[in-house]
């Protein structure tokens, strides 16, 4: 069973930065290709970045790219999203995702087989 852990929300001034980590346990970590998405109140969830399974591939949403940054670790099951120049309209919940399905990366939900429980982010204006 894999189970997925988000860590590092929190509440930030706008312009500020975070770093959110996913902590992967009951899988081979490097199988999986990773991806963070975002659900803001009322919203549907939206894709933010993907990283392949070796980490040398790495694909962002038009809104988060130069902003934001996406990396894993495998040696240690964990995958980052480094947030930088932080707009109040991301706050939302962050969550991570991981995908065992065909392809080097994933920007679709649906092809994504285990989410994490999400984890708080605020910014602040």
């Known amino acids: 069973q894999v189970q997925l852990v988000e860590s590092g929300g929190g509440l930030v001034q706008a312009g500020g930065s975070l770093r959110l980590s996913c902590a992967a346990s009951g899988c081979t970590f490097s199988n999986y290709v990773m991806g963070w998405f975002l659900q803001a109140p009322g919203k549907e969830r939206e894709f933010l970045a993907t990283i392949s399974r070796s980490g040398d591939t790495t694909y962002y949403a038009d809104s988060v790219k130069g902003r934001f940054t996406i990396s894993r670790d495998n040696a240690n099951n964990t995958v980052y999203l480094q947030m930088n120049s932080l707009k109040p309209e991301y706050t939302a919940v962050y969550y991570c995702?991981?995908?065992?399905?065909?392809?080097?990366?994933?920007?679709?939900?649906?092809?994504?087989?285990?989410w994490g429980q999400g984890t708080q982010v605020t910014v602040s204006s």
């Open positions: 995702a991981a995908s065992s399905r065909l392809g080097t990366i994933a920007f679709r939900g649906s092809q994504y087989n285990y």
